[in-house]
């Protein structure tokens, strides 16, 4: 299993990206706008700590920032529409990988159980 993500890790490019600077990315992916004070709380961080992340993924191009409409003190970041279509593309390329992987080197039979094997990690993950 640890080969599979490191197989599907060096189709992602990533680049060299710290794993804060990654895990505040999937963050605003999954959850939409944030501001600095909420990613530190959800991730667990000071604000203060919080603040290099962010001025890092800001100058990468990576997320973008706009006045929080609720509250005009406080600045909203997202991800940018470039790094959102690139992720887009990235999980594309992963998904056509490891389907033509699973094509070329498994059975039908193997394949089949490979399906199997997901719908029960999806229960699981789902419960």
Do not use: C, H, Y
């Not at 800001?58 to 409409?69: E, I, M, Q």
């Amino acid at each position: 299993m640890g080969r599979l993500k490191r197989r599907l890790r060096d189709q992602a490019q990533i680049g060299d990206l710290a794993p804060s600077q990654v895990s505040v990315l999937l963050r605003l992916e999954q959850d939409g706008p944030a501001t600095a004070s909420s990613l530190a709380r959800a991730e667990g961080m000071r604000p203060q700590s919080m603040a290099p992340v962010l001025n890092a993924l800001k100058a990468a191009g990576l997320v973008s920032t706009t006045p929080d409409p609720a509250d005009g003190r406080q600045t909203l970041f997202s991800l940018t529409e470039a790094f959102r279509k690139s992720v887009e593309e990235g999980r594309a390329a992963r998904q056509d990988w490891l389907a033509r992987a699973l094509q070329v080197r498994l059975s039908p039979q193997e394949q089949d159980e490979v399906a199997k094997a997901v719908d029960l990690l999806k229960r699981l993950v789902d419960e």
